[in-house]
């Protein structure tokens, strides 16, 4: 099977596609977000309002079977021979245990009802965005490899920055106790509460990208770096900030891909992602912080085995064709 081919096109028309490109997905990005907030502050608590009340109804069908079932035990003894208590705890089921009891049941349902009403609702209001979305994402993945193919493009090993920016705020997580003795007398875990200023999380990485030779820019929404970024470069540096400040993962779409780029040499090219250096700046610092000084790891590290990244990299013969074409292909 031949490859596809490529195409000699002027700068404006390249630069209109990826104009193209970045619109849609911009208009991708926000429909997500829409999706997410309409899940997240609508959908989701309806759904747990919704598990409650089922949880709630269950444990008034219990009651009021087990308030029936005492009640008829009661009957078939007969009035005339119950003692007082019985008497005055028969009349009490029925004319007030049980009653409420159907009442609160009764309650509960038409809450219920209105509750999965709404949820149907949202569901309707959701599934055409997530229609809108699924479209989208055709058309960008169609418009990218339109873009891929063309030539005016230079494959280049080159220097990113993915940050996050963290406004100023109180953050209380759990965390194991070192000292076996604390924790058999305290307990494993204890709560830390930690108040930081704003800052930055943020991490540069190495990684081939195609560029635009003439301006420099590098078009890391090409692939196969913008894939590499979002599925491995990205979780690798979440991975790496939840360890060392316990944090639950940011979302991709959470951080911003520097616009600063460095073209570095070719020697490294074919090669998989390197992190290069991870950090957590701060600003405006006071003195009621927990945070105050800037945190910063310098390393070295490949994110993928050689092995690993010809694989995902082998869905994007372009690319390969290229790197087997300046004798940087690093496969058999």
């Known amino acids: 099977m031949e490859p596809p081919p490529k195409f000699y096109v002027p700068r404006s028309e ?4 990826l104009a193209e490109l970045k619109s849609l997905q911009s208009e991708l990005a926000s429909l997500q977000e829409k999706l997410t907030r309409i899940e997240t502050e609508e959908y ?7 598990v409650r009340l089922a949880r709630a109804i269950r444990r008034w069908e219990t009651r009021l079977r087990e308030y029936e079932a005492r009640l008829a035990e009661l009957r078939r003894i007969g009035w005339v021979r119950l003692h007082r208590r019985e008497r005055e705890e ?31 609702r949202i569901t ?12 989208l994402k055709d058309r960008i993945k169609d418009a990218q490899e339109k873009i891929s193919r063309k030539v005016v493009v230079q494959l ?12 100023e705020g109180v ?24 108040r930081y200023p704003r800052g930055r999380f943020q991490a540069w990485f190495q990684i081939d990208s195609w560029v635009l030779p003439e301006t420099g820019t590098v078009l890391w929404e090409l692939e196969p770096t913008y894939t590499l970024i979002n599925e491995h470069v990205i979780p690798h540096i979440n991975d790496e900030f939840g360890e060392e400040f316990h944090l639950l993962p940011f979302t991709r779409e959470s951080f911003t891909i520097g616009e600063t780029s460095t073209i570095l040499g070719d020697e490294d090219l074919g090669k998989p992602p390197i992190k290069v250096k991870v950090e957590r700046t701060v600003e405006n610092v006071k003195p009621y912080h927990t945070i105050k000084n800037p945190w910063e790891r310098t390393v070295s590290e490949e994110i993928l085995t050689q092995e690993a990244y010809n694989r995902i990299v082998s869905a994007y013969p372009h690319y390969v064709e290229e790197l087997k074409r300046l004798e940087k292909w690093r496969g058999e």
Do not use: C, F, M
């Not at 390249?14 to 596609?17: F, I, L, R, S, V």
């Not at 028969?90 to 038409?110: G, M, T, V, W």
């Open 171 to 194: 953050k209380t997580y759990r965390k194991r106790r070192k000292s076996l003795a604390t924790a058999r007398k305290h307990g494993k875990y204890v709560n830390v509460t930690v």
């Open 90 to 120: 028969y009349q009490d089921l029925l004319y007030r245990l049980i009653p409420r009891a159907r009442a609160r049941l009764e309650e509960l349902h038409e809450a219920q009802e209105k509750v999965i009403a709404e949820l149907w």
């Open 14 to 17: 390249y630069e209109a596609e």
């Open 156 to 167: 280049k090993r080159v220097e990113l920055n993915a940050y996050i920016i963290i406004e």
């Open 44 to 50: 989701n608590p309806l759904w747990r309002e919704n």
């Open 124 to 135: 309707e209001e959701l599934t055409p965005i997530r229609a809108e979305i699924d479209g």
